[in-house]
């Protein structure tokens, strides 16, 4: 089973920080180098920079919840679920496919529990009754 995990770049789990300017306030935030590569893929299948997507999702995080708390951890996870809906067919596997193209109440629907929002933090557009677009 171990091959599995040790057989891995040890490049792949080396930390990077990079220097990012959210509204006028330089931060640093240090990821492992695979998590940087998957949100440098998330951000091309929409025309971004990683840059640019670490912007959105950050000021995305703060109206949907009024804080950001660990945005670190955040992209980590972001990183992830994204990888686990790749492999669960939720999103395309062609990076052609934009993020924000997709209906996120159809990617969304019936994740493994733990994964989604509490149902009473339904977005705004589920209810009002509208098919809500991913916002990437």
């Not at 640019?52 to 999702?57: G, R, S």
Request: charged share 25%; glycine share 6%; proline share 4%.
């Amino acid at each position: 089973m171990c091959e599995v995990f040790i057989s891995a770049d040890p490049q792949s789990y080396d930390s990077r920080t990079r220097s990012v300017r959210l509204h006028g306030v330089v931060t640093s935030i240090r990821l492992e180098n695979l998590f940087w590569l998957v949100l440098e893929e998330i951000a091309r299948r929409d025309g971004m920079g990683v840059v640019q997507l670490i912007e959105k999702l950050y000021d995305e995080l703060v109206a949907a919840r009024g804080e950001v708390g660990n945005f670190a951890s955040f992209l980590r996870v972001s990183a992830l679920r994204y990888e686990a809906m790749l492999a669960q067919g939720r999103i395309p596997v062609d990076t052609a496919v934009a993020i924000r193209s997709l209906d996120a109440r159809a990617v969304l629907h019936q994740l493994p529990q733990g994964w989604g929002r509490p149902a009473r933090e339904a977005l705004p557009e589920i209810k009002a009754g509208r098919a809500p677009r991913v916002r990437c």
